[in-house]
């Protein structure tokens, strides 16, 4: 009697590849909950329009300390409140290959934008100008009161006479 070949194993090896790309291409970081965050072109499009500064989060799927500062500082109501009426919210993908246009019209991915903004870590958080120039950034967990030490510095508009470290040595 011949062998009968069994196509269960082939089958079941071929689904779980497929599940297993389909999830790997899907997905993504999440920004924190309850946050307007944009793309970067929208965003940047909007603080143009708007004439506000931009809060610019890098975060990657997976990241503990994103996962952390999302869930210890983002999930206070007066800092979504501030950061909201303050800033146009940016969130970046930093492992992303999403392609975005810098102001320059140059193309590059979430990825890249990264790299060029050396963040080499996550989360790392930036406060921009409304044409996408760094004013500050800042690597790692960040808590609220240090959210509200960066708004002070860039939103009260320190930044255009000293650097955030004589700020808060003369304003703790």
């Keep these: 009697m011949p062998k009968q070949r069994s196509f269960v194993r082939p089958l079941s090896w071929l689904a779980t ?3 297993g790309l389909g999830l790997a291409l899907g997905a993504y970081a999440d920004p924190p909950e309850n946050y307007p965050f944009l793309s970067y072109d929208e965003g ?3 603080a143009r329009a708007q004439g506000k500064h931009i809060f610019l989060y890098f975060g ?3 990241c503990g300390w994103c996962d952390k500062t999302n869930k210890e500082s983002f999930s206070d109501p007066a800092l979504r409140a501030l950061y909201t009426d303050h800033y146009v919210l940016i969130y970046a993908d930093a492992e992303g290959g999403k392609r975005l246009t810098l ?3 140059e193309r590059v991915t979430e990825m890249e934008l990264g790299v060029r ?6 989360p790392l958080f930036a406060w921009l ?3 996408g ?3 500050v950034k800042v690597a790692g967990v960040q808590t609220v009161k240090d959210f509200r030490d960066y708004d002070r510095f860039v ?3 320190e930044y255009r006479a000293k650097d955030f470290k004589q700020f808060i040595s003369e304003n703790p």
């Design 129 to 131: 100008e409304p044409d």
């Design 17 to 19: 590849l497929l599940l």
């Design 103 to 105: 102001p320059s019209g």
């Design 44 to 46: 940047l499009k909007q």
């Design 117 to 122: 903004m050396k963040a080499f870590a996550t």
């Design 155 to 157: 939103h009260g508009g």
């Design 60 to 62: 990657r799927l997976g």
């Design 133 to 135: 120039k760094t004013i």
